[in-house]
């Protein structure tokens, strides 16, 4: 059972991340903002495509934006419960794992996913994002930080 305790992540991301998307489209869904710091605003988007709302206007972007994540979830859970990992391996993936799985209840349920977070200064804006993209990138950066960093990521 110990083997599997980081699988407990998986539920309190995917909650916030309900929460958070619940909250914001009860909130803000008429278009208003709301401005956390001079760099940071919440807002309401729907994101029909992918990665920075790719194939957004395409039909097939829908269906390839539903196999895709699939695919990497059954995957992701093979890959946890197949192979012998390290902690911090086991900790990364499962970060990826909860945002994929909190990102493809929206596209099932709604047909789209809610993001939220719009960092931007002066002209720039980085694509708005939401706490299950947050817990991908931040699982895919500690994942790659223990293949580069750690003896485990070496063998």
Same mark, same amino acid.
């Given at each position: 059972?110990? &083997?599997?305790?980081? *699988?407990? +992540?998986? *539920?309190?991301?995917?909650?916030?991340?309900?929460?958070?998307?619940? *909250?914001?489209?009860? &909130? =803000?869904?008429?278009?208003?903002?709301?401005?956390?710091?001079?760099?940071?605003?919440?807002?309401?988007?729907?994101?029909?495509?992918?990665?920075?709302?790719?194939?957004? &206007?395409?039909?097939?972007?829908?269906?390839?934006?539903?196999?895709?994540?699939?695919?990497?979830?059954?995957?992701?859970?093979?890959?946890?419960?197949?192979? &012998? =990992?390290?902690?911090?391996?086991?900790?990364?993936?499962?970060?990826?794992?909860?945002?994929?799985?909190?990102?493809?209840?929206?596209?099932?349920?709604?047909?789209?996913?809610?993001?939220?977070?719009?960092?931007?200064?002066?002209?720039?804006?980085?694509?708005?994002?939401?706490?299950?993209?947050?817990?991908?990138?931040?699982? +895919?950066?500690?994942?790659?930080?223990?293949?580069?960093? *750690?003896?485990?990521?070496?063998?």
């Amino acid at each position: 059972m110990q &083997r599997y305790a980081h *699988l407990l +992540i998986v *539920l309190p991301v995917f909650l916030l991340d309900r929460w958070t998307k619940i *909250l914001v489209a009860d &909130r =803000l869904a008429d278009g208003h903002a709301v401005h956390v710091f001079s760099w940071l605003a919440i807002v309401y988007g729907q994101n029909r495509g992918g990665l920075f709302g790719l194939m957004s &206007r395409h039909a097939a972007g829908h269906v390839v934006f539903l196999i895709i994540p699939l695919a990497i979830i059954a995957a992701l859970l093979y890959y946890l419960v197949a192979y &012998r =990992l390290s902690l911090w391996s086991r900790l990364s993936l499962t970060f990826v794992l909860s945002g994929a799985i909190g990102n493809i209840y929206d596209r099932i349920s709604c047909g789209y996913v809610v993001d939220f977070i719009l960092v931007h200064y002066k002209g720039f804006q980085w694509p708005a994002f939401n706490v299950a993209d947050s817990a991908i990138t931040f699982g +895919i950066g500690l994942w790659l930080c223990t293949q580069l960093f *750690l003896k485990e990521g070496r063998s």
